[in-house]
């Protein structure tokens, strides 16, 4: 039997992808009888992939079932047994597709991979290109990997999973895309755009039913890189790596970095393009989410008038990603549209309550499922100011932080005009309405959170002057956003009243310099006491996990690179385990300083659109 089992598993093409069900799950038992002895066919070389290309446009072209045929996707029926363990500690059965896209949403049907204007698609196949030098893992995330991927943290030590996340393998049965969308850059339509340097390496169906969107990003060029590398960079990718698992942690929807790879491969890279090329190195991220579509996504089809493929686009997303629409309902698109609205009201107001600015907040990286996806020149407030601008490259300011909320009316905006031609009278009347209500919910969202933020309960009419007095204190002081809030968590009501503030809230003594100062806390006190039920020592339980003592500024992510750039990955690791608990104290946070005043040596740190 155990011969039968190995000749079986050697003949894995035919025995899998061409096999009727019941042969492909004869074939997964008999790997399951093999599995020590088994190969590793699972994973593909992208260096052979000009067979794996060939492959596929001679099927693509000429059988129209090969797409169904080779398909290889976690769900119920594949994998049954590999599914019901707990972790998986091999990439042997672990398994990606590209089907649930491809299936239905029609692929260019020009395979070779260079640089065009791309019509009548939504994706096109691009393989990623390997590294030509040494790869090492930087950094992984154990929550990604375990509770997204069901792999145990130990795959990360294999060859196969290095080879994976650096784009040297492909997992057998899924082809790699690139997805083709537009969008607004900076207020004006940009044409085509697209994945550049990123690959879609497959979708993951996890053992709670979720499906998960694989991309590698710095993988190598696509149709849609432009004049670019289809490269991204050490920096660029441990400022990535290490905001989006930030983020979550903060409670704040974005995508999910799994690991974080570098290579020796010599990068170039003018970092604030005033002509100063320089030597970087390559390295990619793998990031997850459940889906990259974005506005743009939706604004590349309509301009080009594929109104056809913009319905089966747009149909598709709702099916799969909005589960409280009804695809068969003749106000599909308004009630998408109403979803959409709602939902990055809450998330820029969100961003607002941390401090975080997206930096280049352009159509093209606004996601349809309203996360935060395309981390770029980012930043967290440091001093209080409504007109932080992260990114150098912004030369109008159009993303400083306090105009985000308008920005994200902007691009719900280009939305609505790129559904448009979807929508009848009636029903762009409502979208339009829609539309309008968007203000009131963002600053509704707005205020609760900075009401938590600020410890206060119930209602009262005052509550938009308070908060609004005490972001004037910070702003006239320029005391630093993050830490004035927490410190008014961690302080009592009665060191408050004295007005005597300790040296250990700095931020507070900061501001308790302004004249206005004690009038404020009079009335903060007050309202206080207005709290039903409440006691100081709940008050400041409920503020501290709210309110974050540690968020990626700046300096902490320089400090990281600039490490990193000598091989010296602690401080990645160190914010990394930080960054998993933003709300706690951590004696390692506060010996670096994570908690302390900017030093002096980073207040004039510059962050571009390169970084």
Not at 68 to 87: D, F, K
């Amino acid at each position: 039997m155990l011969q039968g089992a190995r000749q079986t598993v050697l003949n894995f093409p035919s025995a899998f992808l061409g096999g009727n069900r019941t042969q492909r799950i004869e074939f997964l038992f008999c790997c399951l009888i093999w599995r020590l002895q088994l190969p590793p066919l699972l994973l593909w070389g992208v260096t052979c992939h000009a067979v794996v290309g060939s492959l596929w446009r001679s099927s693509f072209q000429g059988n129209a079932n090969f797409l169904h045929l080779s398909r290889n996707r976690s769900n119920p029926e594949q994998g049954y047994c590999e599914r019901g363990a707990r972790l998986v500690s091999s990439l042997d059965f672990w398994t990606l597709s590209s089907e649930n896209l491809i299936a239905v949403l029609p692929t260019d049907p020009v395979k070779e991979n260079y640089v065009r204007k791309v019509k009548n698609c939504v994706f096109s196949v691009a393989f990623p290109t390997p590294f030509q030098s040494r790869v090492r893992l930087v950094a992984v995330s154990k929550e990604v990997l375990e509770d997204i991927l069901d792999l145990d943290l130990s795959v990360s030590e294999t060859d196969d999973f290095i080879q994976l996340v650096s784009g040297g393998k492909i997992v057998f049965g899924s082809i790699p895309l690139a997805h083709r969308y537009g969008g607004h850059q900076f207020g004006i339509w940009a044409d085509q755009l697209g994945d550049g340097r990123a690959h879609l390496i497959g979708i993951y169906m996890n053992r709670q039913g979720e499906k998960w969107e694989l991309q590698l990003k710095g993988s190598g060029k696509t149709p849609y890189s432009r004049n670019g590398d289809g490269r991204a960079i050490l920096r660029s990718s441990v400022r990535e790596f290490l905001c989006s698992e930030a983020l979550h942690y903060l409670g704040i929807p974005t995508s999910r970095a799994a690991s974080l790879v570098v290579s020796d491969d010599v990068v170039w890279r003018d970092q604030f393009y005033n002509g100063n090329l320089a030597k970087e190195r390559g390295a990619v991220v793998l990031r997850v989410a459940k889906s990259w579509f974005r506005i743009g996504s939706l604004e590349i089809l309509t301009h080009y008038g594929e109104l056809d493929l913009l319905r089966m686009l747009l149909d598709f997303i709702i099916q799969e990603y909005f589960p409280l629409v009804d695809v068969k309902e003749p106000n599909r698109y308004v009630d998408f549209f109403s979803i959409v609205v709602f939902e990055t009201a809450q998330l820029i107001a969100l961003w607002m309550s941390v401090g975080f600015a997206h930096g280049v907040c352009n159509t093209d990286n606004f996601s349809l499922l309203s996360i935060t996806i395309d981390y770029g020149p980012f930043g967290f407030m440091e001093a209080y100011n409504p007109d932080f601008v992260p990114n150098t490259s912004d030369d109008e300011r159009r993303y400083k932080i306090g105009n985000q909320a308008n920005i994200g009316m902007f691009n719900l905006n280009k939305l609505l005009q790129a559904i448009n031609p979807l929508l009848n009278p009636r029903q762009k009347q409502l979208a339009t309405q829609i539309l309008k209500e968007y203000p009131v919910l963002y600053y509704t969202r707005f205020r609760e959170l900075f009401k938590a933020k600020l410890g206060l309960l119930g209602k009262n009419e005052g509550d938009d002057d308070l908060i609004a007095f005490l972001l004037h204190l910070m702003e006239k002081t320029e005391a630093d956003f993050t830490m004035t809030f927490r410190q008014l968590s961690e302080i009592t009501q009665s060191q408050l009243q004295e007005l005597v503030i300790p040296q250990e809230f700095w931020a507070l003594k900061m501001i308790s310099k302004h004249r206005l100062f004690p009038a404020w806390v009079s009335q903060y006190l007050s309202r206080l006491k207005s709290n039903i039920s409440d006691s100081d020592s709940e008050r400041r339980k409920r503020m501290t996990a709210v309110n974050p003592r540690y968020v990626l500024k700046n300096w902490m992510a320089e400090s990281a690179v600039q490490k990193a750039e000598r091989n010296d990955f602690s401080e990645v690791h160190l914010l990394q385990q930080v960054l998993r608990h933003p709300f706690q104290k951590h004696s390692a946070a506060e010996r670096a300083g994570y908690s302390s005043p900017t030093p002096s040596w980073a207040r004039d740190l510059r962050v571009s659109c390169s970084s």
